[in-house]
């Protein structure tokens, strides 16, 4: 770690007051080049300890980077994990905000719900898939805190992995039901498809990211609680949306996720 804890406190503020402004920012690696994980995973813990103490509930855990192809893109090994609020929420079929973000973007993803909880080093998939109570369709609503959404991997595990929201649909499954990797969607913008995937493209199987999730939190010492609900990151690419824009992915299996920008 390269920052002290004056320091971590300032940036975190710093990126809350562009996310509540929608005043994007500069990536912070401009002004601290020096910044390691262990920085940014404290500066982004120092987002979700503010955000609690306004009363902010946590709603759950995602993944992010999970692509193989993206990650050896980006030159990294393994993706990047942040938190969800409750504030995020909306409702599948309904009417999302667009003046609530700066530059919002959409990812289809599977979630996961736990029933027993997740603890690392050494987690596998085999114990996801254990603990597992049921699987469901969601997307993501992705709004970076940096202009033009320019960042590196250090600035963006701050800024909790760009997330702004999410929405949930369709039917909850039990994994045994599913071929998970298999799973294929498609997402329509405006009545036109853009996006067509399977599952197994987060990691060849969405449990995996699950379980480099529960070894990451090992390393600050926590783990993934009970009852908790993960977003295991992108299947398709972002999305990116205008005002006006509706939104429509259908599952195969799982049914279908709606929302439109308003």
Not at 131 to 152: C, G, Q
Not at 200 to 205: E, T
Request: glycine share 8%; proline share 4%.
């Amino acid at each position: 770690m390269t920052l002290d804890q004056a320091t971590i406190a300032a940036l975190a503020a710093r990126l809350e007051e562009a996310e509540h402004k929608r005043a994007p920012l500069t990536k912070i690696t401009d002004e601290y080049p020096h910044l390691d994980w262990d920085d940014a995973y404290a500066i982004q813990e120092a987002i979700r300890a503010s955000k609690i103490k306004a009363g902010v509930r946590i709603a759950g855990l995602k993944c992010g980077l999970t692509s193989q192809a993206k990650m050896k893109q980006m030159n990294v090994t393994e993706p990047v994990f942040g938190f969800l609020c409750d504030y995020g929420a909306y409702p599948d079929g309904g009417e999302v905000p667009f003046d609530k973000f700066i530059a919002p973007r959409i990812e289809a993803e599977v979630a996961f719900v736990t029933h027993t909880e997740l603890s690392g080093p050494g987690c596998h998939i085999a114990q996801v898939l254990a603990a597992t109570e049921f699987v469901m369709p969601a997307v993501e609503i992705l709004d970076s805190r940096y202009r033009d959404f320019k960042f590196d991997l250090i600035s963006v595990v701050a800024d909790n992995t760009s997330a702004a929201g999410f929405v949930t649909g369709g039917r909850a499954r039990c994994i045994e039901e599913l071929d998970l990797p298999t799973l294929g969607l498609v997402v329509e913008k405006n009545g036109r498809i853009v996006e067509l995937a399977a599952a197994a493209a987060v990691l060849g199987h969405p449990a995996t990211s699950v379980a480099m999730l529960a070894n990451n939190l090992a390393r600050r010492g926590q783990v993934i609680p009970a009852g908790s609900f993960i977003m295991t990151g992108g299947i398709t690419a972002a999305i990116g949306i205008e005002r006006g824009d509706a939104i429509s992915v259908r599952f195969q299996d799982l049914g279908s996720v709606s929302l439109r920008f308003v």
